[in-house]
């Protein structure tokens, strides 16, 4: 992996781009710590939060709090993402194409040793692209179904009152979902992988090595060494 330009790095990601990587961390941690123990209330660790955050009324509006600002947080990407795609400024790089699913193919033919080579990955390879629409789908469906919470008189005159208890379903057991995909995927990719091991930092600086671009998504290498 290492080459003639291992030590020199590129920018990768903008300061408003860490900035939504830290923000979602910690919105989604607060998120889980006061939205689990009212989940499974009678367990004890969740009786020991609830005690240490200040009793259930605050653990609620805590997570209340936490939910408003990650759906403003949600709306502000996916705003600028669009605006910023129609504008021009910025490349749709996130969006799926046939060739995505060709490479999820193709990369498990690699790996089961049936193909020479793994396939050429752009600036965002299928995985990550896979887990980014989960993101943003399980977080458009977080937020309504947390409004629908949030507003339950108001909602039952406006709608069926059976969509309440059906959104309480829906926000718990996505939140789980969420919390099992990161845990067992996304840590994976950013803690585990051997080729990041202990920890890919590049959405926290911005920078990533050359020679790692070369190696990960040759395709936006080939793209930057053209420019340059």
């Known amino acids: 992996m290492r080459g003639p330009d291992a030590g020199e790095y590129v920018v990768r990601f903008s300061f408003w781009a860490r900035f939504q990587h830290a923000s979602v961390i910690l919105l989604f941690g607060v998120l889980l710590l006061t939205g689990m123990p009212q989940k499974w209330p009678y367990v004890e660790a969740s009786r020991w939060v609830i005690e240490h955050l200040g009793g259930v009324v605050a653990v609620r509006w805590l997570h209340r709090a936490a939910g408003i600002a990650f759906s403003l947080l949600l709306v502000a990407h996916l705003a600028v993402a669009i605006g910023g795609a129609l504008a021009g400024r910025t490349k749709p790089s996130m969006l799926l194409s046939v060739?995505?699913?060709?490479?999820?193919?193709?990369?498990?033919?690699?790996?089961?040793?049936?193909?020479?080579?793994?396939?050429r990955f752009g600036r965002y390879d299928y995985r990550q692209k896979f887990e980014y629409w989960g993101l943003v789908f399980g977080g458009v469906v977080m937020a309504l179904t947390g409004f629908v919470l949030f507003f339950p008189i108001t909602v039952s005159r406006l709608l069926p009152a059976e969509l309440i208890p059906a959104a309480k379903v829906m926000h718990s057991y996505e939140a789980l979902?969420?919390?099992l995909i990161i845990l067992v995927w996304h840590l994976f990719a950013v803690l585990l992988s051997p080729e990041v091991f202990p920890l890919d930092t590049s959405i926290f600086t911005g920078k990533i090595r050359k020679d790692r671009l070369r190696h990960e998504h040759p395709l936006e290498y080939d793209e930057l060494s053209g420019r340059e």
């Open 99 to 119: 060739k995505d699913f060709r490479d999820a193919v193709d990369f498990l033919r690699y790996c089961l040793g049936w193909a020479e080579a793994p396939p």
């Open 177 to 179: 979902l969420a919390f």
